[in-house]
């Protein structure tokens, strides 16, 4: 069964600090991994796709990285913003039917 | 960059009456959309793909009749939840495919059923 699993649930940290959020997988056939931000009752923002080549993609302050052997992924906030609070979730997609597998996300909250 | 717009953002109705949710691509043409429900504190749940100009295909689990989706043209997808119950108030949320691997989001409607 394919899955995807996120953890910590939740983390809090203070403003400016770093922070790195993990993913464990387990989708066949991988086609994708994709990082998105969901703030409260909003809709999933993308924030990288990474296809099996690629080992780290950067966005701002976010970096995503992917280890397709050990199929972890992590995704690394630096310099953490008030408005980075949200969940942020991680999705796999598999090659057949362009499915994508959510993960339950981690909720972020940046504090002063 | 691609939009995705869905409307409304939040509504509520009384049980048994049926509500329409729409989600449009704003600047691309979508042959693919979509809907997605998520409940409080988990995942989001695929719940039917949509196919313009052909049946949704819909997961295991959810009701067609009473999800009633159509995809009459390249940049719009209707959800109806046709006699909703208290049961179906959740979280609603599009979703269409964009070039190469891009999949966009709408940013979701909150369906209270009172």
């Known amino acids: 069964k394919n899955q995807v699993e996120q953890s910590p649930q939740s ?38 796709i ?10 701002g302050r976010y970096t995503a990285t992917l280890d397709a052997d050990t199929k972890q992924s992590s995704l690394h906030i630096t310099a ?3 408005s980075d609070s ?13 499915k994508l597998t959510f993960g339950t996300g981690t909720r972020l909250q940046v504090t002063l | 960059g691609a939009v995705v717009s869905q409307h409304p953002s939040w509504v509520i109705c009384k049980s048994g009456t049926s509500v329409k949710i729409e989600c449009r ?25 949509s196919n313009e100009g052909s049946k949704a295909t819909y997961e295991q689990g959810v009701e067609k009749d009473k999800f009633l989706i159509n995809h009459a043209s390249l940049t719009l997808s209707t959800l109806t939840v046709t006699s909703a119950h208290p049961e179906d108030s959740s979280f609603y949320i599009c979703s269409a495919t964009g070039q190469g691997f891009s999949r966009y989001f709408g940013a979701g409607t909150r369906l209270s059923v009172l």
Do not use: H
């Open chain 1, 11 to 48: 983390l809090i940290i203070l403003e400016g600090k770093n922070c790195t959020l993990q993913c464990n997988y387990t989708v066949s056939p991988f086609s994708n991994l994709r990082w998105y931000k969901q703030d409260t009752g909003r809709g999933p923002v993308s924030l990288t």
């Open chain 1, 50 to 59: 990474m296809t099996f080549s690629e080992n780290t993609k950067s966005n």
């Open chain 1, 86 to 98: 949200a969940s942020y979730i991680c999705v796999v997609e598999t090659g057949t039917a362009s």
């Open chain 1, 80 to 82: 953490s913003q008030l």
């Open chain 2, 25 to 49: 691509s704003l600047d691309f043409q979508a042959t693919t959309m979509f809907w997605y429900r998520q409940f409080p504190k988990q995942s989001l749940m695929l719940m039917a793909t």
